[in-house]
């Protein structure tokens, strides 16, 4: 019954920037715990890219720390993805995560949005 809603994905130079967005869309959400990014890139295990907390604590994967930001905004209940000086390598379907508690459920549980297409011309 929860929804991730994904959005900025595209086509881009090596250099440029994209910014995703991710937004929980159900009015049966009693809270939401850690907001991710994951990306898969065909013929490849898909990959933690970036996470955060509800308290705002980030982790970020190496080949991306340098130039990704990750951040959330709880009265949208979104999370972005700040994307700087990209990288053909960054070309992927960027999935974004949510552990969320519906008011429905005393369990937190994981949910997943549709996935985005990022590719990145060299």
């Known amino acids: 019954q929860v929804q991730l809603v994904e959005s900025g994905g595209g086509l881009v130079q090596a250099g440029g920037s994209l910014r995703l967005s991710c937004t929980a869309s159900s009015g049966s959400i009693f809270s939401i715990n850690d907001m991710g990014w994951y990306r898969q890139a065909p013929g490849k295990q898909r990959e933690l890219v970036a996470t955060?907390?509800?308290?705002?604590?980030?982790n970020l994967a190496d080949s991306v720390k340098d130039r990704f930001t990750i951040s959330r905004d709880n009265a949208k209940k979104t999370v972005y993805l700040q994307m700087n000086s990209l990288k053909p390598e960054d070309s992927a379907v960027y999935y974004c995560k949510c552990k969320a508690r519906a008011t429905y459920d005393s369990t937190p549980r994981d949910y997943w949005g549709q996935g985005t297409q990022v590719t990145v011309s060299s």
């Open positions: 955060i907390t509800s308290g705002g604590t980030r």
